[in-house]
C-alpha cells in the first residue's frame, strides 16, 4: 500500500525520524491558515499524489507569505498533475502540504527496501541526494552505497554509525554524525515495526538553523506490505481510495489480486506464478494480457463472478483466458463456477478455458455440455494462440 508524504511523515516522525514542522490542507484558505498558524516565514507548499517528480511537474511551490501559499494552494489543488511517474494522464490533487523552508547545506539520499537477492534488509545511500535515484545508479552507481542488514542482529548502532560515515565523507559535516545515526536507526525501527517494504528519504538533508546544523528527513516515501496491514489498523486507514484504480480496488476488498494492464486479453488464473506464466506466453503469441488476475486457490462462484466483472469492466478486452490447475481447487468446482458466473454477468466476448489438475475430465464435461461459447485448450501454449486470435478477430 502506498501512502501520502504527509501521512509518511506522520509515522516516521513517531519513530524519531527527525524532519520539518508541516501540516496538510485540503483548500487554499487551510494553507494559508497553515502558515499564520506556524508562523512560517517562507514555506514550501507541495501537492500530495502517489508519484515522484513531483517538482519537475510543477507540484512544488515556494512561497513567501501566507497570501503566496494560499495563491499556490489554488494552483495545485484540483489540477491535474503530470509529472514522470503519473504518465500522460497525470492524478488528481486533492492536498498540499505547507512545510516549513530552510537553508539547505547539503543533500544526500537514504532508502531502506528488501533486496529480493539476498532475502535481507539492506541499506541505500549516495551523496546525490534530490535527484532521481535510478539515474545516478545507471550513470555513476560509485556514488551509490549499501549495507547488508542481518536479520538475525538487526541494525546495530556500529553499522548505523559506520554508514553514516561513508554517506557524510566532507570534514565540514562529521559534527552531525551522531545525529545522522540516530535517524538512521530511527528510520529501521519505524521500517521493521510498520512492516515496510520501503522506506525512501529523497532528500535527506543537512540543513542549518540559527547558525547550528542539523540533518532532516525533507521529503519521505513509505510503501507498507498490503499483507501486514491487518496488524496495523491506524496505518491502513491512510488508504487514499481516489490515488487507487477503482477497479484493483474493489478487487483487494473482495480477496482477488488484479492490476489493470493496457492490453485486450483478459487472463483469470489460480496462482500468482501461473498468472505471471500465463501473461507471457500471451505475448509470446502476439497478444497483450490486459489485466493480472489471481483469483487463488479456493474460489467460489461468487469469486469467479466477480473477477469476470473485473475483467469485462475493462473496455478494451476483446477475448478472455481462463486458465486453471486444479489442486486445492478441483476442476469440476471451477468449471461450475465458470458456467454459472458467465450467465451472471452476461459473457459477450470469446471465451477460452484451459483446465489441468484434479477431476480435469470431469471440469471439460462441465463446460462442454453447458451452453455457453467456450473454447476449451488442451494446454497452455493452445489456450494463449487461441485467444490471441479470438482477439484479432472481435
Same mark, same amino acid.
Given at each position: 500500500m502506498n501512502i501520502h508524504e504527509y501521512q509518511a511523515k506522520q509515522i516516521l516522525e513517531s519513530y524519531g525520524v527527525n524532519t520539518l514542522r508541516s501540516k496538510v490542507a485540503e483548500t487554499p484558505e487551510e494553507a494559508e491558515a497553515v502558515v499564520q498558524e506556524l508562523n512560517f516565514d517562507r514555506c514550501v507548499v507541495k501537492a500530495q499524489i502517489h508519484a515522484g517528480g513531483r517538482g519537475k511537474g510543477g507540484g512544488i511551490k515556494l512561497a513567501n507569505s501566507p497570501a503566496e501559499a494560499k495563491q499556490h494552494a489554488e494552483t495545485l489543488i484540483g489540477m491535474q498533475l503530470v509529472t514522470p511517474q503519473t504518465g500522460p494522464e497525470g492524478k488528481r490533487v486533492r492536498k498540499v502540504l505547507i512545510a516549513e523552508a530552510v537553508e539547505i547545506e547539503k543533500e544526500y539520499y537514504l532508502a531502506i527496501l528488501l533486496d529480493r537477492e539476498t532475502s535481507q534488509l539492506t541499506l541505500i545511500g549516495s551523496e546525490e541526494g534530490g535527484v532521481?535515484?535510478?539515474?545516478?545508479?545507471?550513470?555513476?552507481?560509485?556514488?551509490?552505497?549499501?549495507?547488508?542488514?542481518?536479520?538475525? $542482529?538487526?541494525?546495530?548502532?556500529?553499522?548505523?554509525?559506520? $554508514?553514516?560515515?561513508?554517506?557524510?565523507?566532507?570534514?565540514?559535516?562529521?559534527?552531525?554524525?551522531?545525529?545522522?545515526?540516530?535517524?538512521?536507526?530511527?528510520?529501521?525501527?519505524?521500517?521493521?515495526?510498520?512492516?515496510?517494504?520501503?522506506?525512501?528519504?529523497?532528500?535527506?538533508?543537512? %540543513?542549518?538553523?540559527?547558525?547550528?546544523?542539523?540533518?532532516?528527513?525533507?521529503?519521505?516515501?513509505?510503501?507498507?506490505?498490503?499483507?501486514?496491514?491487518?496488524?496495523?489498523?491506524?496505518?491502513?486507514?491512510?488508504?487514499?481510495? #481516489?490515488?487507487?484504480?477503482?477497479?484493483?480496488?474493489?478487487?483487494?476488498?473482495?480477496?482477488?489480486? #488484479?492490476?489493470?494492464?493496457d492490453g485486450d486479453i483478459g487472463c483469470m488464473v489460480n496462482g500468482a506464478g501461473l498468472a505471471m506464466a500465463t501473461m507471457d506466453i500471451i505475448k509470446q503469441n502476439g497478444g497483450e494480457p490486459a489485466n493480472f488476475l489471481d483469483v487463488g486457490g479456493g474460489a467460489s462462484v461468487e469469486a469467479v463472478a466477480h473477477a469476470f466483472r473485473l475483467i469485462l469492466g475493462d473496455e478494451n478486452v476483446k477475448a478472455v483466458?481462463?486458465?486453471?490447475? =486444479?489442486?486445492?481447487?478441483?476442476?469440476?468446482?471451477?468449471?461450475?463456477? %465458470?458456467?454459472?458466473?458467465?450467465?451472471?454477468?452476461?459473457?459477450?466476448?470469446?471465451?477460452?478455458?484451459?483446465?489441468?489438475?484434479?477431476?480435469?475430465?470431469?471440469?471439460?464435461?462441465?463446460?462442454?455440455?453447458?451452453?455457453?461459447?467456450?473454447?476449451?485448450?488442451? =494446454?497452455?501454449?493452445?489456450?494463449?494462440?487461441?485467444?490471441?486470435?479470438?482477439?484479432?478477430?472481435?
Open positions: 532521481n535515484i535510478e539515474e545516478v545508479a545507471a550513470e555513476t552507481p560509485e556514488k551509490i552505497i549499501r549495507a547488508q542488514i542481518d536479520p538475525a $542482529f538487526g541494525l546495530t548502532a556500529f553499522q548505523a554509525r559506520q $554508514f553514516a560515515y561513508q554517506l557524510i565523507t566532507a570534514s565540514t559535516y562529521r559534527a552531525i554524525i551522531p545525529n545522522a545515526t540516530a535517524l538512521i536507526l530511527s528510520l529501521y525501527n519505524a521500517f521493521t515495526a510498520c512492516d515496510c517494504s520501503l522506506v525512501e528519504i529523497n532528500p535527506l538533508a543537512i %540543513i542549518k538553523k540559527d547558525d547550528e546544523l542539523d540533518i532532516v528527513a525533507l521529503d519521505s516515501k513509505v510503501n507498507l506490505d498490503d499483507n501486514s496491514l491487518w496488524r496495523h489498523p491506524d496505518i491502513a486507514e491512510m488508504r487514499d481510495p #481516489y490515488e487507487e484504480d477503482p477497479s484493483e480496488l474493489e478487487a483487494s476488498e473482495s480477496g482477488l489480486s #488484479y492490476i489493470r494492464l483466458l481462463v486458465n486453471i490447475f =486444479g489442486g486445492i481447487m478441483k476442476c469440476d468446482t471451477i468449471a461450475n463456477g %465458470i458456467v454459472e458466473a458467465a450467465k451472471q454477468v452476461e459473457l459477450n466476448v470469446p471465451l477460452v478455458v484451459r483446465l489441468e489438475g484434479t477431476n480435469v475430465e470431469l471440469g471439460k464435461q462441465i463446460i462442454a455440455e453447458s451452453d455457453l461459447d467456450v473454447q476449451l485448450a488442451e =494446454g497452455l501454449s493452445e489456450a494463449a494462440q487461441l485467444a490471441v486470435t479470438a482477439a484479432n478477430f472481435a
